[in-house]
Nanobody, 118 residues
């Protein structure tokens, strides 16, 4: 059983920054696939950034150049540095961890709220 816990959300003004953290506890030693997703009010959940394998990263077009995903060396924690935040970045941010991939057997956190005021 794996528990995934996000932290770092909050209220910030447009142009500000936040750093989200996600940590796993449980029997799984490490995760080779990690990602951040978000769900804005009234919208579907979407991928924000992923980091897989040897460190290959991918970002949604809307966050490129503003957000940076990183992970710890033990592959049990993942972070999302968010700069130049905009009101459209508001939503619940979820962490997803997978042993091999971000497929159906990956684990989700409960989410952390991010609100960006204009």
């Amino acid at each position: 059983q794996v528990q995934v816990v996000e932290s770092g959300g909050g209220l910030v003004q447009a142009g500000g920054s936040l750093r989200l953290s996600c940590a796993a506890s449980g029997r799984i030693r490490s995760f080779n696939a990690m990602g951040w997703y978000r769900q804005a009010p009234g919208k579907q959940r979407e991928v924000v950034a992923t980091i897989v394998g040897g460190g290959i990263t991918n970002y949604a077009d809307s966050v490129k150049g503003r957000f940076t995903i990183s992970r710890d060396k033990a592959l049990r924690a993942v972070y999302l540095q968010m700069n130049s935040l905009q009101p459209e970045d508001t939503g619940v941010y979820y962490c997803r961890l997978g042993i091999r991939s971000l497929g159906d057997d990956s684990a989700w956190g409960q989410g952390t709220h991010v609100t960006v005021s204009s």
